[in-house]
């Protein structure tokens, strides 16, 4: 079993990593691993999908990183993406991600594969809920299928979300050893 985390933040050992790390340490038996999304769009050809080709035609990604990403993606048996809140969303790395996903999205390629949301934000309301939606919708447009973070033990909600610095939200890192609890019993 392959359980990959994506780290939607421009800081690759910031407070998603963080999270990340709490949700796979309490997952035994599988192989884990969390890439950063912001050196995988930072390797594309162009920053930003601009529709050059339709269909996509994978041209500004191809032979980069961020073809290796979406190769790891499709791979996996489950998919965490994490993001901060940045004015009320997913941070723009995170949202290129999705952007640049057009050729995968015709392909069908995600159809289908389990993912998860979590984010953080700086103050206690400060939008993690909506970034959570955010990741999700990007997820159903892409076919994804949508876990949250309820297991057996105790329902959660939409996903993990926790206020800045997430290593001192206590109620977070419960939420943490729930959607691992959550994944793994998904994949059963």
Not at 148 to 161: A, I, P, T, Y
Request: charged letters at 20%.
């Amino acid at each position: 079993m392959y359980i990959l985390a994506v780290n939607g933040s421009p800081n690759e050992d910031g407070n998603c990593t963080f999270l990340l790390k709490e949700i796979l340490s309490k997952i035994d038996g599988a192989e884990t691993e969390i890439v950063n999304v912001n050196k995988a769009v930072n390797s594309a050809k162009w920053p930003f999908c601009v529709v050059c080709s339709n269909p996509c035609n994978k041209n500004c990604y191809k032979g980069t990183e961020l073809e290796i990403l979406y190769d790891k993606v499709e791979q996996a048996d489950f998919v965490i993406f994490a993001s901060p809140v940045y004015f009320g969303g997913m941070s723009g790395q995170l949202k290129t991600f999705f952007d640049k996903t057009r050729a995968i999205r015709g392909e069908k390629r995600w159809l289908g594969k389990p993912m998860a949301a979590v984010s953080v934000g700086a103050t206690k309301y400060g939008g993690q809920e909506r970034t959570v939606n955010q990741i999700q919708s990007c997820g159903l447009v892409l076919g994804m299928n949508i876990v949250g973070n309820s297991s057996s033990d105790l329902m959660g909600h939409f996903g993990v979300s926790a206020q800045r610095p997430a290593n001192e939200d206590e109620y977070a890192i419960k939420q943490c050893e729930n959607m691992a609890k959550a994944i793994m019993e998904y994949l059963k």
